[in-house]
């Protein structure tokens, strides 16, 4: 047998291609050109046998065609000046009498990559763009996006976009996505196609006679509709409701997303949405395709950082299965810790607890992390379940249960002595430098309460010439100062030692200025010391929040469907900086504003700031102000009452409810009590344009009674803090109507 790309190899196909019993012979004809392909394949040269190639598109044989095409488009950039032999043989072809030899035609010259193709290309596309048949009309379509995109910077051709615009009400449904495909690639720079109410109207009238891709494309257009009536934009719902229950996910989930979009200003409707796509985004939870499982728990989470709670009825369909990878296992107990309830939040810390001895080290670890969550809310049986945990003595789960306990204590200081009573023991099995942060932190913020912590930590400090992490260094450094203010006589001596060696022999230069500026902290004496490391804490009745407000749907309504929950908005947001930038969707103008005295409650569109104007003034108020909770207590505590009011209130309180209204008008949640506590209390702060900060207190003191209204102004301006009340007022009283 010749050698493969070999001379003799090449003689061998241009004598068996140019043999006329060959070509005679329809199959042995398309077996040589078959070889051809197959050695192209294989990566041979075959671009000598181009004329020999051009001659075998000329034959009958679909089949046969079909190869050479693929050869010419392969070959031409190669061999351009050969290519010119194979286009007067394609244009001839886009001629034939058989729909299929046209548009097979038209796809092959348009997938011809050689210069001044373009010339070539315009009056066969404009004649398939007429042709009789759909399928040279499907191709003509896509051809066009593919010759505008060859001539790179060059002026758009206006009448081949109006004649693409005229086939969107072509009878052949994947024209007409074609269609769309193709004007938005050319017209990329204007923006993309324009969707305008004829246009959208008959889409949705089309829109049963496309297939799934078909659908999912098109809803994704819609997005730019704006409808001009309330009545309209019903409508528009209606007509689109059964696709909320479409088999395919990608239809289900671009329905969810016009659904959210188009009703902004109607939460009711965006909620009623959600509650319909539960059950197909459970199905898809629980796909055998991973990546659409995947997928599918990244937007679940995404729903539950608006509507808490929202799966908690299905947890079972988020425990992990053996099979599954660890990436999908992650997603599963992130969901699982926001769906504990007082119903299931033992099956769900008995799943939980079972994934802690996984032989997997990052899931076992992960399991603990969210055991560490959920011990927030159910502090006693978390911290039980994590000290049992403790027995197994194994390395990767001590490390991971200590930094439980630290994150756990500092936010939930309740539990302190429960933890201090566990950790006796863990430096044996600790040696990772986050496991030796955690505890070095816990044994010198809280020593006192642990009989053996100034011997453990004398232990780091015998061998801190061998470790290996500077940060351990650093943490040993400022936890043997904390314990060296309630234990001086135990710490002393060990601590005179550390000092030494960080500042005469560490080489690192952080672990030495660590070290020098607690020396020199030291000279200044001991209330010095404890003036800087002993800063007075956060009130507990204060409730720190731990997590971020539940941020309303219209929040991420835009990113619903996108690679957003996927990547996360952060890193989604450096991905997206370098590609083009997608359409902005419209917020729906249709709302109903005679209720309206005063100032609009929903921000239009994605302004900076929310502006409202009453009769007393004008005030903007900044969002995306966000203040600690130690902060909210100082600033609290220096301020003097600017004003107290009573909001008259009916029924139990719906934290989230309330969250979500008051987000809309820029007023941040800094503490909120949860449902049915009593008295029920919320901490909220503002901030306006000119700085001004507006701190309020909201107390209930039992169900069906005046809610109490505490507000403090950082600087005395009667006209705004009029207006910040007047605006609080009316979010209250919404909700206060819609909890009715």
């Known amino acids: 047998m010749p050698y493969l790309g070999g001379e003799e190899a090449l003689r061998e196909l241009r004598r068996a291609l140019a043999n006329p019993h060959v070509q005679a012979d329809r199959l042995r004809y398309r077996a040589a050109v078959l070889r051809v392909i197959r050695y192209m394949a294989q990566g041979a040269d075959v671009s000598g046998l181009f004329p020999e190639m051009v001659k075998a598109s000329a034959a009958a044989d679909v089949v046969q065609k079909k190869l050479v095409s693929l050869y010419v488009r392969a070959q031409a950039p190669r061999q351009p000046q050969l290519a010119l032999l194979a286009v007067n043989t394609l244009r001839k072809d886009c001629a034939h009498p058989s729909p299929a030899v046209r548009g097979l035609a038209l796809r092959s010259m348009c997938g011809l990559r050689m210069p001044g193709i ?131 996910p990608s239809v289900v989930m671009a329905a969810t997303k016009l659904f959210l979009v188009l009703a902004r200003e109607y939460p009711h409707v965006q909620a009623d949405v959600l509650v319909r796509v539960k059950g197909p985004l459970l199905s898809a939870c629980t796909s055998e395709s991973r990546e659409l499982c995947f997928t599918a728990l990244c937007h679940v989470r995404q729903i539950l950082g608006s509507l808490p709670g929202h799966f908690s009825s299905h947890y079972k369909k988020f425990f992990c299965s053996y099979s599954e990878p660890h990436y999908i296992k992650c997603q599963k107990m992130e969901v699982l810790c ?303 009452m600017s004003c107290h009011l009573s909001l008259p209130w009916c029924g139990t309180v719906h934290p989230d409810t309330i969250q979500t209204a008051l987000h809309v008008v820029h007023i941040q949640t800094i503490a909120m009590s949860k449902a049915g506590v009593q008295p029920w209390k919320a901490y909220l702060s503002a901030r306006d344009d000119t700085g001004c900060l507006f701190l309020t207190e909201l107390l209930l003191e039992a169900a069906d009674s005046e809610m109490q209204v505490s507000v403090k102004q950082s600087e005395a301006k009667p006209e705004a803090l009029q207006t910040f009340i007047s605006a609080l007022r009316t979010v209250m009283g919404t909700v206060a109507g819609l909890e009715s």
Not at 213 to 224: A, D, H, I
Request: negative net charge; charged residues 25%.
């Open 118 to 248: 373009q010339e070539y290309l315009q009056q066969p596309l404009l004649s398939g763009l007429r042709d009789k048949a759909s399928y040279v009309r499907r191709a003509a379509v896509l051809g066009c996006a593919k010759m505008l995109k060859m001539q790179g910077d060059c002026e758009v051709d206006g009448a081949l976009v109006n004649e693409l615009y005229s086939l969107l009400r072509d009878q052949d449904p994947i024209v007409v996505v074609n269609c769309l495909r193709a004007l938005e690639e050319i017209l990329k720079k204007e923006g993309g196609v324009v969707i305008n109410k004829p246009i959208a109207h008959h889409l949705l009238k089309r829109m049963a006679d496309l297939d799934q891709w078909g659908q999912s494309e098109v809803l994704t257009f819609l997005l730019r509709y704006r409808p001009r009536s309330e009545e309209e934009l019903f409508d528009i719902l209606n007509l689109l409701d059964g696709y909320l229950k479409s088999s395919s």
């Open 338 to 640: 926001e769906l504990v309830n007082d119903e299931n939040v033992q099956q769900v810390l008995e799943e939980l607890k079972g994934y802690c001895t996984d032989v997997s080290v990052e899931l076992a670890q992960g399991a603990i992390f969210a055991i560490g969550n959920i011990a927030r809310t159910y502090t006693e049986e978390c911290v039980g379940i994590l000290t049992e945990l403790l027995g197994l003595q194994q390395e990767h789960i001590t490390s991971a249960v200590v930094q439980a306990f630290r994150d756990l204590v500092w936010l939930c200081p309740q539990c302190t002595d429960a933890v201090c009573r566990a950790l006796p023991g863990c430096e044996d099995a600790i040696q990772d430098s986050e496991g030796k942060q955690a505890l070095i932190w816990l044994l010198g913020t809280h020593g006192e309460k642990v009989p053996n912590a100034p011997y453990v930590l004398e232990d780091f400090v015998e061998n801190v010439k061998s470790e290996m992490f500077p940060a351990v260094k650093m943490e040993l450094l400022t936890a043997l100062v904390r314990l060296f203010l309630s234990r001086p006589a135990e710490c002393q001596d060990m601590l005179g030692r550390l000092l030494y060696y960080c500042i005469e022999e560490e080489m690192d230069m952080a672990v030495r200025d660590r070290g020098l500026f607690y020396y020199r902290l030291l000279q200044s004496g001991v209330e010095e010391v404890k003036r800087v490391l002993c800063s007075p804490k956060s009130d507990p009745s204060l409730g720190l929040l731990e997590d971020q407000t539940e941020r309303p749907v219209n929040t991420w309504a835009s990113e619903f469907n996108t690679l957003a929950p996927v990547y996360g908005r952060e890193r989604w947001a450096l991905v997206a900086a370098h590609q083009p930038a997608e359409p902005s969707y419209a917020c729906s103008p249709c709302t109903d504003t005679g209720n309206r005295d005063t100032e609009s409650l929903i921000s239009e569109g994605n302004k900076e700031v929310l502006k409202v104007h009453p009769d007393t003034g004008s005030l903007t108020l900044i969002p995306d102000v966000y203040l600690t909770a130690e902060q909210f207590e100082k600033t609290w505590l220096s301020l003097d």
